[in-house]
Each structure stands twice: as C-alpha cells, then as structure tokens.
C-alpha cells in the first residue's frame, strides 16, 4: 500500500514537470518561428526603405520645329527666257500676199505658256493669169499652235484652217466661189528681245472649193503646199 501510494505521487511528479517542457518546446519553436519572420520582414522592409528611388529622367527637349514656307506660286505666263519680258500677244503681216495683191494679218496670243491661239483675216484682189480673170477675195481663219521647247516661241507645230470667199469677177458678174483649206504644219518663231517677230511655217493643206455662176455650177477638192512667211511685233 505505502509502495503504491508512494508510487503514485511519483507518477503524478513526473507527469507535471513532462508537460511544461514539452510546452516549453513548442512555445520556443513558435518564438524561433516568429523571430524569424519578425527578422525577414524587418528586413526586407529595411532593405526596401533603404533602396534608393530612382529619381525621374527629365524628358528630352523635342528639337524646335522650323517653320517652312511654302515655295511661291508660279506665274501665270513665265518669261520665255531669263531676262526676257513676258510677251503674250503677237501681230505679224504676211509680205508673200502682197503679190496677189492683197493684205493678211494675223494676231496670235498667249492663253497657256506653251500655247497659241492665232486669227487671220484677209482681203485683197486676185488674178487669173490663165483667163485673165479676177476679183475680190476674202480670207478668214486661225491657227492652234503649240511651241513645245520655249513659251510662245521657238520650234512651232499647229493646226490652220482658212475660209476664202471669191466674187465680183470682172469676166462673170455673177461667178462666185468659196473654199475651206485644212491642214498640218511646223515652222519656227523668232521672237527678239526688243520684240521683232519673225515667223516662218511649212505644211500640206486639204482644200474643198465650190464656184458657181447664174447657169452652172462646180466644185472640186486638192491638196496644196502650205507656206505662210511672216513678220511682225510681239508685246
């Protein structure tokens, strides 16, 4: 009885001094635990105040934009040459029709710089030298023409179309006739600094003619040399 009473408070001595080092145990691991927490968080949030903040890079100044200004606009009608008035009109008479005799003018202008646009008229006597015959004619007409090195000047291809009218023939007071010639051409026009205008043209014209009198009537169609020769001023 005594050793079994004696026994148990043995028993019951042990069993209280186990338990607190057991506690002791898990409340050390639990302070180790919580140090090293405590320790890595302390840290990191020293190492993190501690790390210098990149102060911001200044943005580059842009480079400063130069105003351009636009290139002047072209004129409407160039000099034909550096140095040379503008010239836009020309009227120029044709010598070669005083033989008939008779007077043709021609005024050409300028619309666009590589353009002309030229009116001819005419008016004068013509004879015969086969029937002695003559009259007077009227000459109506213009020309297209385009100088394609220089403005309004220099090497010089066209288009012309004339309408002549024939009547009061000292023959046959009744006779008329009228014709409508057509054709192609190159020439050259020679224009001075001082404004002499020199003009010369060679081509082929397409020509339908009609004459009649108080009895009978004809026509007929050819193909005849164009040549105009002329001179003259430009301004």
Not at 76 to 87: I, L, V
Not at 126 to 145: R, V, Y
Request: charged share 10%; net charge neutral.
């Amino acid at each position: 009885m005594e050793g079994r009473v004696a026994g148990k408070p043995a028993l019951l001595h042990k069993r209280p001094t186990a338990r607190p080092v057991l506690l002791g145990g898990t409340m050390k691991t639990a302070l180790v635990l919580a140090s090293l927490v405590i320790s890595s968080l302390t840290s990191s949030s020293l190492s993190f105040a501690q790390e210098p903040v990149p102060s911001p890079v200044p943005a580059a100044n842009p480079p400063p934009v130069s105003a351009v200004n636009p290139p002047p606009a072209p004129a409407a009608n160039p000099p034909s040459r550096p140095g040379e008035p503008d010239r836009v009109i020309s009227l120029t008479w044709s010598p070669l029709h005083l033989v008939l005799p008779m007077v043709e003018l021609t005024g050409e202008f300028k619309p666009r710089k590589h353009v002309g646009l030229a009116v001819i008229g005419g008016y004068g006597s013509i004879t015969d030298s086969t029937t002695n015959g003559s009259g007077h004619i009227i000459e109506a007409g213009g020309q297209i023409n385009y100088y394609p090195l220089r403005a309004f000047a220099g090497l010089d291809v066209g288009l012309e179309a004339l309408y002549i009218s024939l009547d009061n023939v000292n023959i046959d007071s009744s006779a008329t006739a009228a014709g409508l010639a057509i054709g192609p051409f190159v020439g050259y026009k020679a224009m001075f600094p001082f404004g002499l205008t020199l003009i010369a043209q060679a081509g082929v014209e397409f020509v339908a003619a009609k004459a009649q009198n108080s009895s009978t009537m004809s026509s007929g169609k050819n193909v005849i040399p164009l040549i105009n020769l002329n001179a003259g001023w430009s301004f």
